[in-house]
């Protein structure tokens, strides 16, 4: 077997992850840090972030201001505490990354350009035209190459994390190119490997978005929180499911059902006025959107197509200057992927499953309830999201609490001894498993593929929009059935050799784990908030619910539901308004 | 029923064969599926073993570059439909040691980017309390186009050059370092200059232009060389003739 040891290990290395390790680095120039990655860094998924990410900045703003529109768009379910540190944060890390080289979109006079965004009184979202996720990513990942002591295991697997005598001290490690199964021993680890999209059919999500570091959390004793709340974005392109920025709507595009009737009026959501008005219409939260479609959809107004009804997102009216100006990447997918023009057409769009509000609770330094674990960005809960994410906070918390996580775990593996010799020997054992349920095992019938996608369809119909408690049965029941299934996967690939056969069979049990906990927690919430709707408890129920959903997982391997207070500290429960 | 179409796959597994193969796999073709959905199409339904990078589908993550019928492309942005009759013969991109059937190593690349600074280089620093560097628009539409690479690679696969003289640096490469010295905030453009000039094959570019051809980003990396080996140029000729201007 072989081990390596290091400080801190970052297992993720994207937006967070890096992040964390810059943060590492910079706190302790001692340590050494190393970044564990089942795709190179740059291919990770905040490269696909669009829009732009939120931080007070104009004269007219506050904290106060942001904090709010992020609780209320939570519908309090936000951890305020946390909020309230991701607020006062938020300015520093974006100008750290604007000195980092981040090409963000300026000003004529050469200070940085905001934009409106759905839920945002306030324009506080930097850009960097709509690109904004790739340039982060970029702009991290070419910065972490000036620190000597940022390692990395680029395409390196992780199965599962180690713990011993209570404390979280390495990973076990596939190194996919060669087969090789290896201990990575460390003092602290961090996750920052993002959410799992991939556990539903339709997602905006990459397609290495499987929730792993979830799963292993899970699995290590560490709770899910909040996990039943899964943001829909309303605007992705049929089939695909690709993303058409919201800033799209930022900048003035409306929504059209098929009688070209900017429909959201009917629902709450403000009157249509030509220009955008913020938290209005268009520039709602993402979740009352995806549930006014459905509404739209279910009367018979919206447009059918073979992937779907769609309804029409129409950006013409913006002209062709801004539109190549402020949102070309919406003109370059819609070209590429769409066949079509929108300059001169409308953009056919539906709501797609695009980011978990919930992961492996945290406090705010991004450490979880197992000591020497970690955890920053998508695959954490913090919570800042609560029940419904806003536009363009997501970007901002990878670097507000990759870096708060960063600083914590290094601090934390200086106080620590080496790592048990004892690990060691658990890392052989997960070897001998990964050949004798997988790469050795002549006796198995189900495909990888036909799981994954069965699983997909159940989580679609079960706990969708909408669920209700008999469609959550029913996906739970399917699921379960699945995991039976699963036991008898064969993979057709026993090579040592760049085994993705072998790599989607991980992902797939870890998205099968996920699908357990958020269809428990989805059962476990009897009211609707946020991105979660119940059908048959259509109300916000702050008496019985104002609480997290806390995921463990059972000595059956069940998942145990329980619930943990919400934090209030200045803003009490109220009124979701938008629109008046 | 849909219309079908040969692809026809390289395959290499090294644990098994000592060179590569083709193996021919009838395919659908909708009108929406690109060349990645075809190869998704043969793991899901007809062989698990075949082994490919992906990731967004979106064409922003850089995974999925791929010889296409010998041209250097995205898989995840190429249309099948675009393609018939065919067949559609898929291969590892050109320039790079085959791992395994279409994943090529990209450790060279990943080496050569690292080496050309490719992040701001500055004296001083200013403190993050003070807020963020002035860049006008103007300033940054300087460096924005080479600041869009998505590190695909599409670029080597088509260098000539590279293919020949591997210690080449590399089109992508240059591109970034001219990304950070066209940057208003950045200082490090002598430090680059001193990196690139140790590398072999600058000069060796006929700026035939292939880079730019095949880049899906519009990055325009032979341009960048183009611009770098003018300054290089008057760099010489000033520490040439005017050895006192040299720091």
């Not at chain 1, 007219?60 to 529109?69: C, I, N, R, V």
């Not at chain 1, 991701?86 to 000195?99: K, N, P, W």
């Not at chain 1, 009737?261 to 009352?288: A, H, I, N, W």
Request: glycine share 8%; proline share 6%.
């Amino acid at each position: 077997m072989d081990t390596r040891v290091h400080d801190v290990l970052l297992v993720g290395g994207g937006g967070a992850g890096l992040r964390a390790a810059i943060a590492v680095a910079e706190t302790n120039p001692g340590l050494s840090v190393a970044v564990v990655s089942k795709v190179y860094p740059m291919r990770s998924h905040t490269v696909s972030a669009e829009g732009g990410a939120a931080a007070v900045v104009r004269d007219e703003d506050s904290l106060e201001a942001h904090a709010y529109d992020t609780i209320s768009g939570g519908d309090w379910l936000c951890d305020q505490d946390a909020v309230e540190a991701f607020v006062r944060e938020a300015t520093r890390e974006m100008v750290q990354l604007e000195h980092w080289g981040c090409p963000w979109s300026r000003q004529p006079d050469g200070r940085i350009a905001t934009r409106p965004f759905g839920g945002m009184k306030i324009e506080r979202t930097w850009y960097a035209a709509d690109k904004t996720g790739f340039h982060m990513l970029h702009a991290l990942f070419q910065t972490t190459l000036r620190y000597p002591p940022i390692k990395r295991y680029d395409e390196f697997f992780v199965t599962r994390l180690l713990v011993d005598d209570g404390r979280c001290q390495g990973v076990v490690a596939l190194e996919v190119a060669t087969g090789k199964v290896q201990a990575l021993l460390a003092k602290a680890v961090i996750l920052c490997s993002g959410g799992g999209g991939k556990v539903f059919p339709f997602t905006t999500n990459a397609n290495i978005k499987t929730g792993d570091g979830m799963a292993m959390a899970y699995q290590s004793g560490a709770p899910l929180k909040d996990m039943e709340f899964v943001q829909y974005h309303p605007t992705g392109l049929p089939f695909t499911g690709i993303l058409i920025t919201e800033a799209a709507r930022a900048e003035g595009g409306w929504l059209l059902n098929k009688d070209g009737y900017r429909y959201l009026q009917d629902y709450d959501l403000g009157t249509p006025s030509p220009t955008p008005v913020k938290r209005s219409m268009e520039l709602g939260p993402r979740d009352r959107l995806s549930q006014a479609f459905v509404a739209e959809s279910k009367a018979g107004r919206a447009i059918p197509t073979p992937y779907g009804d769609v309804v029409h997102l129409d950006v013409r009216h913006l002209g062709e200057a801004v539109i190549d100006k402020k949102i070309p990447f919406v003109r370059e997918l819609c070209l590429k992927y769409q066949k079509l023009d929108p300059v001169k057409e409308m953009i056919p769009v539906r709501p797609v499953v695009h980011y978990m509000m919930g992961g492996v609770a945290t406090d705010l330094d991004g450490a979880t309830p197992v000591a020497g674990l970690f955890a920053a960005g998508e695959v954490a809960c913090v919570s800042i999201n609560g029940a419904n994410r806003l536009g363009s906070n997501s970007l901002t918390e990878l670097l507000v609490f990759g870096a708060r996580a960063g600083r914590a775990a290094a601090r934390f593996a200086g106080a620590q001894p080496d790592p048990s010799s004892a690990l060691v020997a658990q890392a052989a054992d997960e070897e001998r498993r990964l050949h004798r349920d997988f790469l050795g095992r002549t006796d198995g019938t189900e495909r990888v593929a036909d799981i994954r996608s069965e699983m997909q369809q159940a989580m679609e119909a079960g706990a969708g929009i909408y669920r209700d408690e008999e469609s959550i049965q029913v996906a739970a029941t399917k699921v379960a059935a699945l995991r039976q299934r699963f036991r008898r996967v064969a993979l057709q690939d026993s090579s040592r050799t760049f085994n993705t056969e072998l790599v989607s069979a991980l992902e797939l049990s870890n998205l099968l784990d996920l699908a357990e906990v958020i269809l428990a927690s989805a059962a476990a919430r009897r009211e609707s908030r946020g991105a979660h709707q119940r059908t048959d408890f259509p109300e916000r129920d702050d008496e019985g619910f104002l609480a997290h959903t806390m995921a463990r997982q059972g000595e059956d391997g069940r998942p145990r539901i329980e619930f943990d207070p919400v934090t209030i500290t200045t803003w009490p429960p109220g009124e979701r308004v938008y629109g008046r | 029923m849909s219309d079908t179409v040969t692809m026809e796959v390289l395959r290499y597994r090294p644990e098994e064969e000592t060179e590569p193969t083709y193996e021919s796999f009838e395919v659908p073709v909708q009108p929406e599926w690109m060349i990645l959905d075809g190869l998704n199409h043969i793991k899901d339904q007809l062989d698990g073993s075949l082994s490919y990078r992906w990731a967004c589908r979106m064409g922003v993550c850089g995974s999925c570059g791929m010889l296409v019928n010998g041209r250097p492309v995205l898989t995840c942005a190429t249309y099948m439909e675009s393609l018939l009759p065919g067949p559609i013969r898929v291969e590892p991109l050109r320039g790079f040691p085959v791992i395994r059937d279409l994943v090529g190593d990209i450790t060279d690349f990943m080496g050569k980017l690292a080496a050309v600074k490719p992040y701001i280089v500055r004296e001083e620093e200013k403190p993050v309390e003070e807020g963020e560097y002035l860049q006008t628009p103007e300033e940054l539409a300087e460096y924005k186009q080479y600041s869009m690479c998505i590190n695909c690679m599409l670029c080597y696969s088509a260098c000539p050059i590279y293919r020949i003289e591997p210690d080449f640096i590399g089109p992508a490469a240059i591109a970034l370092a001219q990304r950070y010295n066209l940057d208003s905030r950045d200082e490090g453009a002598q430090e680059r200059m001193d990196v690139l000039s140790q590398h072999a094959g600058i000069w060796g570019c006929t700026l035939v232009g292939e880079c730019s051809e095949v880049c899906p980003k519009d990055v325009d990396p032979a341009g960048a060389i183009q611009r770098y080996k003018v300054s290089a140029t008057v760099d010489f000729f000033k520490s040439v003739l005017m050895p006192w201007r040299k720091e």
